[in-house]
């Protein structure tokens, strides 16, 4: 596994992301507009599940309007972090950080889609309450959390990579 990450950090990009003087910089610049877009964005959504904000608005309308928002975000976040990721990939590997970040995200992904399919199926009985049921609210707080403990696990690793 290190040759094939060592490999990666030979490339041209992961060149470019370590040795070029703006390389760095602006992917990781552009890394975090995609995050405040995207989770940024998702956290309305999330808060309206959890029955917190929004409540007089139905959800799938709430849903409608900023997951396209969220989703330029995240197509944003995963591009520009893969591309880190081939600059540091041997160091990152290493980082218990970075494993944590992706098994939150792994998690985050995995609550989403059962939102979508075990959830929100039933939205129509229930997308105009004040505060949904407590499913709802659980894939809400839920994500809220995975998506902070993924952020928190981003930071931590530029003090840890080292």
Wanted: hydrophobic share 55%; net charge positive.
């Amino acid at each position: 596994m290190l040759d094939m990450l060592q490999q990666l950090e030979a490339t041209a990009l992961g060149i470019l992301v370590r040795e070029s003087l703006y390389g760095f910089p602006v992917l990781v610049g552009l890394h975090i507009l995609g995050l405040a877009l995207s989770v940024g964005t998702l956290l309305w959504f999330d808060l309206r599940l959890a029955g917190l904000v929004l409540r007089d608005v139905p959800v799938t309308r709430v849903y409608r309007r900023l997951i396209p928002w969220a989703s330029a975000g995240f197509l944003s976040m995963g591009v520009t972090g893969v591309m880190l990721f081939t600059g540091y990939a041997a160091a990152a590997y290493a980082n218990p950080f970075f494993r944590l970040k992706l098994l939150a995200m792994a998690l985050a992904g995995a609550n989403a889609l059962y939102y979508h399919f075990v959830t929100e199926p039933s939205a129509a009985s229930w997308e105009q309450q004040a505060v949904p049921p407590a499913s709802a609210r659980a894939a809400g707080i839920i994500s809220l959390a995975l998506w902070a403990i993924v952020i928190l696990c981003g930071r931590a690793m530029a003090y840890t990579m080292y």
